[in-house]
């Protein structure tokens, strides 16, 4: 094994392991300079590949590093640190350790050279992105991350047919530009897309991510969706479906969003909305465009942390999370308040603001591909980003109607990770340039000409006054939203409840007739059947995915 | 109590008039400042404003029609 640099993700990894050990001043020390320490050996590391390791007949690259990559890496090391300084007095060690782990993993999926290595990082991601939703040990978040694994585990399964085919055909593990073009690379694009959040299994992101504890949430939404998006930017460059999945996922995530009533949920319908636009750019695949997906990436991962951390600490110190209980909070919570808002504009894109410097070099990438069609929706989606994210969040939870509630600002720690993501959002937006030299390709590009800021400006403020025209239609309600979870959280468990109620009768049946036998004894009870027929179908599934990968070598 | 400032009626109303006072404004700029129209339909006087607001009515309405056939009690899934 030749490594000798330091590896960013394996040294959150491996601090994630210790996080536990730790307690009090210590453990805030300990998280807060661990990421400083990634994101200054990323900047320190030179432009190629390192940290071989053999592996069978395999030799994995675990470090390569170009522009794309250390974009990412620096991305997540911030939001590690801020995500930890928002928490570090008040979260749970052992969300704490396995937000690291998932972190690490991230990264480490990030500077992966080859498809192994690549997966192996990518399932460690699932595992401990589960733990942390588990973390908030409540019913619902148990049962929310049961169904998250589930899903990802699939995409897994379907990643690792892809990969192995893939590799069986080239001989190559490298990770490189692919074209979808066969089986193999079909099942790569899908196993990627399924973490982006892309149809049909969209639902797995709304479902889970708001099931986490207030700052479980904020580390969620930025490590998952993010990451495939990285590696549809550098595996699927200029893949046109992706165009059109994006647009899907743009207008899904912007009508879920403007129905439901959870101010989290809310958010998570956000992210599929902004994973959306950096599809779009990574689908029309022009050096601007795909810029633009990167740097969307980068800039999104902020403001919708800030986001989450604005309503993180509603939910900290009110213990509610809806839109009907909440209202009226800008009166005690001024600090909140104001970092939501700031996220909230910069995810509308408002001059200024870190959005409006990085999405409308996807929408000027339409326009130089003269897609009027494309540029046209993209716009409508700028209008509605506005719309479910910019006001019905800060409206809902901060104005609208007095609840009555009057907590206070968040302690100290949390005030600061809001107040410090909310001066980097507005610091890329006035200093563009800090973002653009970090870019893959070289940015030609000026966002703020007199005619962009003008037209920007009449597209929100015209949607902002449609917001509050239709207010009578946007009444909160509380209801939520069906979905294609619908399919295995009430289909499946109606059919197999039916199932088991037949099984039942039949082993009522069947003792009668054999009740010599002794066979009852394994038929004891319904929980026993249940069981061995959960197992029963498990055992068909794994042989069935096993005969599947066989097929396709 | 105090009541907050953006709860009284007189700074609800203000709100308002300055809302509408630099929405016009944003409009008012077109004839000052040369757009640069790539499409066609772009060139049209206050096109950016017209479609922020009408693609905005669209999926408000959209969303609301969507919602009597997904909505559901929010204890739907405990059940």
Same mark, same amino acid.
């Given at each position: 094994?030749?490594?000798?640099?330091?590896?960013?993700?394996?040294?959150?990894?491996?601090?994630?392991?210790?996080?536990?050990?730790?307690?009090?001043?210590?453990?805030?020390?300990?998280?807060?300079?661990?990421?400083?320490?990634?994101?200054?050996?990323?900047?320190?590391?030179?432009?190629?590949?390192?940290?071989?390791?053999?592996?069978?007949?395999?030799?994995?690259?675990?470090?390569?590093?170009?522009?794309?990559?250390?974009?990412?890496?620096?991305?997540?090391?911030?939001?590690?640190?801020?995500?930890?300084?928002?928490?570090?007095?008040?979260?749970?060690?052992?969300?704490?350790?396995?937000?690291?782990?998932?972190?690490?993993?991230?990264?480490?999926?990030?500077?992966?050279?080859?498809?192994?290595?690549?997966?192996?990082?990518?399932?460690?991601?699932?595992?401990?992105?589960?733990?942390?939703?588990?973390?908030?040990?409540?019913?619902?978040?148990?049962?929310?991350?049961?169904?998250?694994?589930?899903?990802?585990?699939?995409?897994?399964?379907?990643?690792?047919?892809?990969?192995?085919?893939?590799?069986?055909?080239?001989?190559?593990?490298?990770?490189?530009?692919?074209?979808?073009?066969?089986?193999?690379?079909?099942?790569?694009?899908?196993?990627?897309?399924?973490?982006?959040?892309?149809?049909?299994?969209?639902?797995?992101?709304?479902?889970?991510?708001?099931?986490?504890?207030?700052?479980?949430?904020?580390?969620?939404?930025?490590?998952?969706?993010?990451?495939?998006?990285?590696?549809?930017?550098?595996?699927?460059?200029?893949?046109?479906?992706?165009?059109?999945?994006?647009?899907?996922?743009?207008?899904?995530?912007?009508?879920?969003?403007?129905?439901?009533?959870?101010?989290?949920?809310?958010?998570?319908?956000?992210?599929?909305?902004?994973?959306?636009?950096?599809?779009?750019?990574?689908?029309?695949?022009?050096?601007?465009?795909?810029?633009?997906?990167?740097?969307?990436?980068?800039?999104?991962?902020?403001?919708?942390?800030?986001?989450?951390?604005?309503?993180?600490?509603?939910?900290?110190?009110?213990?509610?999370?809806?839109?009907?209980?909440?209202?009226?909070?800008?009166?005690?919570?001024?600090?909140?308040?104001?970092?939501?808002?700031?996220?909230?504009?910069?995810?509308?894109?408002?001059?200024?603001?870190?959005?409006?410097?990085?999405?409308?070099?996807?929408?000027?990438?339409?326009?130089?591909?003269?897609?009027?069609?494309?540029?046209?929706?993209?716009?409508?989606?700028?209008?509605?980003?506005?719309?479910?994210?910019?006001?019905?969040?800060?409206?809902?939870?901060?104005?609208?109607?007095?609840?009555?509630?009057?907590?206070?600002?968040?302690?100290?720690?949390?005030?600061?990770?809001?107040?410090?993501?909310?001066?980097?959002?507005?610091?890329?937006?006035?200093?563009?340039?800090?973002?653009?030299?970090?870019?893959?390709?070289?940015?030609?590009?000026?966002?703020?000409?007199?005619?962009?800021?003008?037209?920007?400006?009449?597209?929100?403020?015209?949607?902002?006054?449609?917001?509050?025209?239709?207010?009578?239609?946007?009444?909160?309600?509380?209801?939520?939203?069906?979905?294609?979870?619908?399919?295995?959280?009430?289909?499946?468990?109606?059919?197999?409840?039916?199932?088991?109620?037949?099984?039942?009768?039949?082993?009522?049946?069947?003792?009668?007739?054999?009740?010599?036998?002794?066979?009852?004894?394994?038929?004891?009870?319904?929980?026993?059947?249940?069981?061995?027929?959960?197992?029963?179908?498990?055992?068909?599934?794994?042989?069935?995915?096993?005969?599947?990968?066989?097929?396709?070598? | 109590?105090?009541?907050?400032?953006?709860?009284?009626?007189?700074?609800?109303?203000?709100?308002?008039?300055?809302?509408?006072?630099?929405?016009?404004?944003?409009?008012?700029?077109?004839?000052?400042?040369?757009?640069?129209?790539? =499409?066609?339909?772009?060139?049209?006087?206050? +096109?950016?404003? *017209?479609? @922020? #607001? =009408?693609?905005?009515?669209?999926?408000?309405? +959209?969303?609301? *029609?969507? @919602? #009597?056939?997904?909505?559901?009690?929010?204890?739907?899934?405990?059940?």
């Amino acid at each position: 094994m030749t490594c000798s640099l330091f590896h960013p993700g394996l040294l959150l990894i491996l601090s994630g392991l210790l996080i536990s050990f730790l307690h009090g001043t210590k453990r805030t020390v300990f998280v807060l300079l661990i990421p400083c320490l990634a994101l200054a050996s990323v900047w320190n590391m030179p432009f190629g590949s390192a940290c071989s390791v053999q592996y069978l007949d395999y030799e994995l690259t675990l470090i390569k590093l170009d522009a794309l990559s250390r974009l990412f890496i620096t991305v997540f090391s911030i939001t590690v640190f801020t995500g930890s300084l928002f928490c570090c007095k008040q979260a749970k060690s052992k969300e704490l350790a396995a937000a690291f782990i998932y972190a690490g993993g991230a990264m480490s999926v990030v500077l992966a050279g080859d498809l192994i290595s690549l997966f192996v990082f990518w399932e460690l991601m699932a595992l401990a992105s589960t733990l942390v939703i588990w973390s908030a040990q409540t019913t619902n978040s148990q049962r929310a991350g049961m169904r998250y694994i589930v899903i990802h585990l699939l995409g897994g399964v379907i990643l690792m047919c892809g990969i192995t085919a893939h590799v069986n055909a080239t001989g190559s593990i490298l990770f490189t530009a692919m074209q979808a073009d066969s089986i193999a690379t079909w099942l790569i694009l899908c196993g990627f897309l399924l973490n982006a959040g892309a149809p049909p299994l969209t639902a797995w992101l709304a479902d889970a991510y708001p099931e986490a504890s207030f700052s479980g949430t904020v580390f969620l939404s930025a490590f998952t969706t993010k990451t495939a998006v990285y590696v549809l930017l550098r595996g699927f460059p200029g893949t046109e479906l992706l165009v059109y999945i994006g647009l899907f996922m743009i207008f899904y995530g912007i009508i879920y969003a403007l129905l439901e009533n959870d101010m989290r949920r809310i958010l998570a319908y956000s992210i599929i909305n902004q994973v959306g636009f950096m599809l779009c750019g990574i689908g029309i695949g022009t050096e601007m465009a795909l810029n633009g997906a990167a740097a969307h990436a980068f800039t999104h991962i902020i403001y919708k942390a800030l986001l989450l951390m604005s309503a993180g600490s509603v939910l900290y110190m009110t213990g509610k999370r809806k839109c009907t209980d909440l209202g009226g909070l800008v009166q005690s919570m001024p600090v909140t308040t104001v970092c939501g808002i700031i996220g909230a504009l910069a995810i509308s894109s408002f001059p200024l603001t870190s959005g409006f410097v990085s999405k409308s070099m996807v929408t000027q990438a339409s326009v130089d591909e003269h897609l009027l069609w494309i540029w046209l929706l993209l716009q409508a989606a700028s209008a509605g980003v506005f719309l479910h994210a910019g006001i019905k969040f800060p409206w809902f939870v901060f104005f609208q109607k007095d609840s009555g509630l009057r907590p206070d600002d968040p302690p100290l720690n949390m005030q600061m990770g809001m107040i410090f993501f909310a001066v980097i959002c507005v610091l890329l937006g006035v200093f563009p340039n800090m973002l653009y030299f970090m870019l893959p390709y070289d940015v030609n590009y000026e966002p703020y000409t007199a005619a962009h800021v003008v037209t920007q400006l009449q597209l929100l403020l015209f949607s902002g006054l449609a917001f509050f025209v239709m207010l009578p239609l946007m009444k909160r309600t509380l209801t939520l939203s069906l979905d294609f979870d619908w399919f295995y959280r009430k289909l499946v468990p109606v059919i197999s409840n039916q199932l088991f109620h037949y099984l039942v009768q039949f082993e009522k049946v069947f003792k009668q007739g054999f009740s010599d036998l002794k066979l009852s004894h394994y038929l004891d009870n319904k929980l026993n059947i249940q069981l061995s027929v959960g197992m029963g179908m498990s055992m068909i599934m794994v042989v069935f995915v096993i005969s599947l990968s066989y097929l396709l070598l | 109590m105090k009541q907050n400032w953006f709860y009284k009626e007189t700074s609800i109303k203000k709100l308002w008039i300055g809302a509408i006072v630099i929405l016009a404004l944003t409009v008012i700029a077109e004839i000052v400042i040369v757009l640069h129209p790539h =499409f066609k339909i772009e060139a049209l006087f206050s +096109f950016h404003a *017209l479609f @922020g #607001f =009408f693609s905005c009515v669209v999926m408000v309405v +959209f969303a609301k *029609l969507l @919602g #009597f056939l997904v909505k559901r009690k929010d204890d739907y899934y405990d059940l």
